[in-house]
């Protein structure tokens, strides 16, 4: 499995990005999708996670209300939609697929199979 993330960017603080991830393979819809992001010298963490059908996602409490998770089953690629966007959002965000089967969503990091190689947001006030 292949996944290649792509939108990220330089941008203001309140303006908006899409990031995309598109991933490779015949099941995508029955991988469990997550957002995670690592800015310089702090450790990687979650930023939103989505269930196979798209019915259920998780976030992370210092983006709820900003960010967006969605996915497009039929074309392979899972969304991350980020409004409001404050300087400490500068990172670089990760999508990673979680290939097991489960059903729920969650945000271990520890459980995702494959991760993509990245893309840098950056956000300056």
């Known amino acids: 499995v292949q996944l290649v993330e792509s939108g990220g960017g330089q941008v203001q603080a309140g303006g908006s990005l899409r990031l995309s991830c598109a991933a490779s393979?015949?099941?995508?819809?029955?991988?469990?999708m997550g957002w995670f992001r690592q800015a310089p010298g702090k450790e990687r963490e979650s930023v939103a996670a989505?269930?196979?059908?798209?019915?259920?996602?998780s976030y992370a409490d210092s983006v709820k209300g900003r960010f967006t998770i969605s996915r497009d089953n039929a074309k392979n690629t899972v969304f991350l939609q980020m409004n409001s966007l404050k300087s400490e959002d500068t990172a670089v965000y990760y999508c990673?697929?979680?290939?097991?089967?489960?059903?729920?969503?969650?945000?271990?990091?520890?459980?995702?199979?494959?991760w993509g190689q990245g893309t840098q947001v950056t956000v300056s006030s």
């Open positions: 990673a697929a979680d290939l097991t089967g489960y059903y729920g969503v969650h945000s271990d990091a520890g459980r995702y199979d494959y």
């Open positions: 393979g015949r099941t995508f819809s029955t991988y469990v």
């Open positions: 989505i269930s196979r059908s798209g019915a259920s996602t």
